[in-house]
């Protein structure tokens, strides 16, 4: 799971996060009480549908002003450890 | 092959060449400096929020339906949730279990046989951004990103596991192509990365209804590498197998160098994409009067254009498929078809000398300078024997490079075709004096002796002769 | 607003700064402070008014900032030690309303980091204190930005609300805060938590104020997709409407146990009000509340973790120092950037959306949550508005309920169910309860802000507004307040 969120944990990290995740999800369980058989999930709670924007071009971030924040780079690009 | 049959499908990548990204208002142009077609949508910043553009969705219609594929009435869009630094948010905005269109197929010739192909889906997703490594990606320190390709728009095509040769699976891709070439929605463009591919193969033994354990392949940067790829991977597996061994389902990079595909080793552990629904998005609802609006502005696709362009103009299936390839391709040699009506003179020009100069220049026929009115007036010249056929070659050479109008150049350059006999007469009578031992080869049988002596006529007159009149004048004075 | 004619722009400003000057060591209210921003747009607002131009009655009125919304030019780090160097360029869409509006922005304000917390203990930066009580905590997330309206250092704030985040500071710190419909007020700009859930709303001193803040950062964008397209009313027109028939229901799940005895008194007060009144108050039911809490934290932390994942370090933000390769990098610097309750979240998160979980966790909270949406339309069927304590208790102290997280969300069970259903609601100070602010929530239908902004202007008009003693008295040492009951201190709005 931290793999997989990308986070490194410590033994004891893992540890504590482990019981207190548990002690929710276990919370969380509380929802099988609950029929839900023919219940639509709800991921949007408005009724929108079909937004768009139209098909133009409009600014952009100067190249600076993107890698203002960057905190590595290399001229025009970002620089990143080795992939592999 | 032993006893063994290959399963292909493929996954196909296209961008569509829409203004603008799929969500944000950033240029999709090529060729940028880096990370100057950006804004903070697309950068994936803090706080930003997607906005669907309404052509991508239309594009991507119109290349469901010329792939005969069912619309769906109602779609979404989820995320992809996985890490990787081309990706600025760490999620690829893309549609899993709702896509926007299902069951289409294509229609490929092999061999003379004609084989449909599944189109299980095609959806739509946003592109990642681009990683420059100082070498390979195995031996670079360190990666460069460049986000400009982040949020172009493209379509994702995923094929049945209907292909079973690397032939077929090359027939495949090469109709693929044209097909959403001819709509207008995408260049297609292997070289420009405006189309990708990616192949999933195993092999069963013929008979058995079972599929085998596939795997991946990717870097597959031309149909030549598709096509070397199978056939490689294909023979890899049976000697696997026939060795006793199980297929490791992996993806496998293709070595183009080595001819090879190689295991991919990765730290990343078996993908768990975590798809949800994109909250940031609401659901498309694609109401049928939308998508025959779309439907009407389908262009006749290639193989009604082939079959129109053999019925219509008596061409051969071979001269057809090469005319009609290309939407633009076909469209040039139908409006010289206006200019000068005679369709297989036409198709020998365009098929010949200027596609040799098109595919020299390196310049596509959109780009061409000879236009089809220019190509018509220059066959009536040769038609009314103003030039010969001959000149005409090097004057589509000129054409080509110039842009001018035949009669200009021909005017200009003195082109035009000596006819009269009088004036030949004299050259011929020369050539013959000057070439006695040929002339007697001539006379002892050997035609081909005629031959040089036209060429020196030719030589001579500077081309401008008409070979014709040469040849008979020379067979009149020689008896 | 008619302080403006008695001074000016600039005036007030200095007077808001110098009360922070005076408080800020205490409160800590602020990550940031925009002095000299802040004093460029009061003189600009000077300008525009002395030319009789009066674009929107904010002009001129000094705003904090939640820092989770992006600010031009202005460090903006969701109290997160991952953003602490994060300089947006660009202005969230209700940052740019308020500049067109010509409001005044004094500076961002601290918070639980990434909105996740209820008590603002969760910033990495610091703990924000309660102008109430020095030893309490203003509630959270959006705690600095009640803290500092509560003691005077800014006259109106921006927060966001997830699952409370600007009702329960608002009622902890004695204010009035209001959770507008989802999708009312555009989320660009917006740091998103969890993005079905977020929305930016008013913390104010009274409740008019919060009329007009919500009018000028209201109404749709297109640059959010998820806002909606509306007519967005004068709210402050029509405040004063009265309640004459109104029928209120009071959810029983929600006035049961748990609730604390205090609390409990002053939401019995403001019913005695609210009839004498006119309204029509009765118990009525939702019968899912119970499950709202279990729902919100698998809903929450699951799009919260995807929508976190782009803090790797790559392109702003804190980067980890050493790392052998980009997969590392991205491990140690979002272990090194994200505190303990952002991890569990993300992990949490990541657990309900992984694979063979999805349909047990995550898709059945989103089914769960359609019924509990069904609990809110069956009760307006038969009532205008609902009414509901905000918290379960006042303001508890600093590192009380630090130690089990669980303990920690149950102080949000009053205001998650609103969040779920995406309706609207605004939490009005309705008494003291031990000396300490007890704020009451009414709940409304889609779009009913102006409903619930004249039932709280009711409330407010008999119960008065309150000043907590810092901001009465900004030298005295900040111990408990041991007061007798409710300040009606009337609406002055200067420092």
Redesign the interface.
């Known amino acids: 799971m931290a793999l997989l969120a990308r986070l490194a944990l410590s033994e004891e990290e893992k540890e504590m996060y482990t019981r207190q995740l548990r002690d929710i999800l276990e919370y969380a369980a509380r929802l099988n009480e609950l029929d839900t058989t023919d219940v639509p999930p709800t991921s949007h709670v408005l009724p929108l549908s079909n937004v768009f924007r139209e098909d133009e071009v409009g600014e952009h971030l100067a190249p600076e002003e993107v890698l203002a924040n960057a905190p590595e780079r290399e001229g025009g690009f970002f620089k990143v450890p080795r992939i592999v | 092959m032993s006893g063994y049959e290959a399963v292909i499908g493929l996954e196909v990548h296209v961008e569509l060449k829409?203004?603008?990204k799929i969500f944000?208002?950033?240029?999709t142009e090529f060729g940028a400096?880096?990370?100057?077609?950006?804004?903070?949508v697309c950068?994936?910043?803090?706080?930003?929020?997607?906005?669907?553009?309404?052509?991508?969705?239309a594009y991507a219609i119109k290349a469901a339906l010329a792939l005969n594929c069912e619309i769906a009435g109602f779609c979404k869009f989820d995320?992809k949730?996985y890490?990787y630094?081309d990706m600025?948010?760490?999620?690829q905005i893309s549609q899993y279990d709702l896509p926007l269109a299902r069951n289409g197929y294509l229609e490929i010739d092999v061999d003379g046989r004609r084989k449909r192909v599944g189109i299980v889906r095609l959806h739509m997703e946003e592109d990642t951004g681009k990683?420059?490594?100082q070498g390979t990606?195995?031996t670079?320190?360190?990666?460069?990103?460049?986000?400009n390709r982040a949020g172009v728009p493209l379509i994702e095509i995923v094929s049945a596991p209907d292909l079973r040769t690397p032939e077929e699976a090359r027939a495949y891709m090469e109709k693929l192509r044209s097909v959403i070439q001819y709509t207008g929605v995408s260049d297609c463009r292997m070289e420009e990365g405006s189309l990708r591919c990616d192949a999933n193969v195993s092999v069963r033994p013929i008979g058995s209804r079972e599929l085998g354990v596939k795997t991946e392949i990717k870097n597959l940067n031309s149909f030549r590498s598709l096509q070397r790829a199978l056939a490689y991977e294909i023979q890899r597996q049976i000697e696997v197998l026939e060795e006793g061994g199980r297929i490791v389902q992996e993806t496998r990079t293709w070595d183009e160098a080595r001819e090879v595909t190689l295991t991919m080793?990765?730290?990343?552990?078996a993908h768990?994409y975590?798809?949800?629904?994109e909250?940031?998005?609401?659901?498309?609802?694609i109401d049928r009067a939308w998508v025959e609006e779309i439907r009407r502005t389908l262009p006749e696709l290639p193989d009604a254009r082939r079959t129109r362009f053999m019925e219509q103009y008596g061409l051969s299936a071979y001269d057809a498929g090469v005319l009609t390839a290309t939407r633009e391709m076909a469209d040039y040699f139908e409006e010289c078809l206006q200019h000068y009506p005679e369709p297989k003179t036409v198709a020998n020009w365009v098929m010949g000398d200027l596609s040799r100069l098109l595919n020299a220049a390196n310049v596509e026929i959109t780009a061409c300078r000879v236009r089809p009115a220019q190509l018509g007036q220059m066959l009536r010249l040769i038609d009314r024997g103003i030039i010969s056929g001959k000149i005409g070659k090097s004057l589509l050479e000129e054409m080509f490079a110039s842009g001018r109008d035949p009669e200009e150049i021909v005017r200009e350059k003195g082109l035009v075709q000596i006819t009269d006999e009088g004036a030949l007469v004299a050259v011929v009578d020369e050539v013959i004096a000057a070439n006695p031992k040929v002339v007697e080869d001539y006379r002892k049988g050997k035609e081909k002796a005629l031959g040089f002596l036209v060429g020196q006529v030719m030589k001579a007159t500077k081309g401008k002769a008409s070979p014709e009149v040469v040849n008979r004048l020379l067979r009149e004075r020689l008896h | 607003m008619l302080v403006k004619r008695e001074i000016g722009a600039v005036e007030l400003l200095q007077a808001v700064l110098r009360r922070i000057d005076e408080v800020e060591d205490r409160v800590r209210a602020y990550i940031t402070v925009t002095r000299e921003e802040a004093l460029q747009q009061a003189r600009e607002a000077d300008r525009m008014l002395s030319r009789g131009e009066v674009a929107s009655p904010l002009v001129g009125i000094p705003v904090a900032l939640k820092d989770n919304l992006c600010t031009i030019g202005v460090r903006t780090t969701c109290a997160s030690k991952i953003l602490y160097n994060f300089v947006p360029p660009y202005d969230a869409t209700v940052v740019r309303r308020l500049r067109d509006a010509g409001a005044v922005l004094v500076g961002k304000t601290n918070m639980d980091e990434f909105a996740m917390g209820s008590s603002t203990e969760n910033s990495a930066f610091f703990p924000t204190r309660n102008p109430w009580d020095l030893g309490r905590v203003p509630g959270g997330s959006s705690g600095g930005s009640a803290a500092a309206v509560a003691a005077g250092e800014a006259v109106m704030a921006l927060g966001s609300d997830t699952g409370g985040s600007i009702r329960q500071p608002a009622a902890f710190c004695g204010v009035v805060g209001l959770k507008p419909t989802y999708g009312a007020v555009s989320r660009y700009g917006l740091v998103a938590f969890a993005s079905s859930l977020d929305q930016i709303g008013p913390i104010t001193r009274d409740v008019e104020d919060c009329a007009l803040l919500l009018r000028a950062i209201a109404g749709h964008d297109p640059l959010d997709t998820t806002s909606a397209r509306f007519e967005v009313p004068d709210y402050a027109s029509s405040l004063e409407d009265g309640l004459r028939g109104f029928r209120v229901g009071v959810p029983r799940e929600y006035a049961g146990e748990g609730i604390d005895a205090g609390v409990r008194d002053v939401l019995m007060r403001v019913i005695g009000l609210l009839e004498e009144m006119g309204a029509v108050v009765e118990e009525t039911t939702l019968p899912h509340t119970p499950y709202a809490l279990p729902c919100y934290y698998l809903i929450a932390p699951a799009e919260a973790s995807s929508n976190l994942a782009r803090y790797d370090g790559v392109r702003y933000g804190y980067r980890t120092r050493d790392a052998e390769d980009v997969v590392d990098m991205f491990m140690k610097t979002r272990s090194e950037g994200f505190g303990p309750e952002v991890k569990r979240r993300i992990m949490l998160g990541t657990y309900a959306l992984s694979a063979g979980y999805y349909d047990a966790y995550y898709l059945k909270a989103l089914k769960v949550r359609t019924l509990i949406k069904g609990d809110f339309d069956r009760a307006f069927e038969d009532y205008d508005v609902l009414l509901a304590p905000t918290s379960p208790t006042p303001a508890f102290r600093l590192g009380e309920k630090t130690a089990d997280p669980l303990q920690m969300y149950l102080s949000d069970v009053c205001t998650l169910a609103v969040n779920l259903a995406g309706i609207p609601a605004i939490s009005v100070p309705g008494g003291l309860a031990d000396g300490l602010p007890v704020g009451v929530q009414f709940i409304g239908r889609p779009f009913a802000e102006g409903m619930l902004l004249r039932v709280a202007y009711c409330v407010e008009r008999r119960v008065g507004t309150f000043m907590a003693p810092l901001a009465r008295d900004p030298a005295a040492a900040g111990c408990a307040y041991h007061g007798s009951g409710g300040d009606t201190a009337g609406r002055g709005k200067d420092g």
């Open positions: 829409t203004r603008s944000c208002s950033s240029s400096d880096p990370n100057s077609h950006v804004c903070p950068l994936g910043l803090p706080g930003v929020l997607p906005v669907v553009n309404r052509q991508v969705v995320r949730n890490y630094p600025p948010k760490n999620y990683l420059v490594h990606i195995t670079t320190p360190y990666s460069l990103v460049d986000y080793r990765t730290k990343e552990e768990d975590r798809y949800f629904p909250p940031d998005l609401v659901p498309l609802v």
